[in-house]
C-alpha cells in the first residue's frame, strides 16, 4: 500500500493553478483542474524550470521557459508521449490533499542516449 502525506489543504491551489511542495526530498507540482487534483515532478526535464509555475490549460501544464507541454494526468511529453516523467497519486482526505511516491522508478537521467560513432556508420557502409 502507498505511503500518502499531506501536502496541502483543499482551497490552498487556486483553481487552474499549481503549486510546488517537497516530498521525500523532490519537488512535486500539485495541480488544481476544475476541481481534480494531479500531482506530477515538478521539474521539467528539458532545463529545470518549475512546472508548478506554468500555463495549464485543460490537463496540459506549459513549461514557462520553454514551452515543453505535459500531461499532468500521466506525466506525458506532449509532442511525443512515449516520454513522460513522474506521476504521484492523490487523494483528499477531508480538507486534506495528499500525494504518494510514483510506483514506477524514476529513471536515471545522468546516463546520455547513445549516439552513433564514425565507426558504427563506416560499419553500416560496408
Avoid at 521557459?65 to 499532468?72: G, V, Y
Wanted: with cysteine; proline share 6%.
Amino acid at each position: 500500500m502507498a505511503d500518502f502525506i499531506t501536502v496541502a489543504k483543499l482551497g490552498d491551489i487556486p483553481e487552474g493553478e499549481g503549486k510546488a511542495y517537497r516530498y521525500h526530498g523532490r519537488m512535486v507540482a500539485v495541480f488544481n483542474n476544475n476541481g481534480e487534483h494531479h500531482a506530477i515532478d515538478d521539474m521539467c526535464p528539458h532545463m529545470g524550470a518549475s512546472l508548478a509555475s506554468g500555463h495549464l490549460e485543460q490537463c496540459t501544464v506549459v513549461c514557462p521557459w520553454h514551452a515543453w507541454s505535459f500531461d499532468i494526468r500521466d506525466g506525458a511529453w506532449c509532442e511525443n508521449r512515449r516520454i513522460n516523467i513522474d506521476v504521484y497519486q492523490v487523494k483528499i482526505v477531508g480538507d486534506d490533499i495528499q500525494i504518494a511516491a510514483s510506483e514506477k522508478p524514476k529513471d536515471d537521467d545522468s546516463t546520455p542516449p547513445p549516439t552513433s560513432t564514425s565507426e558504427d556508420s563506416s560499419d553500416d557502409q560496408n
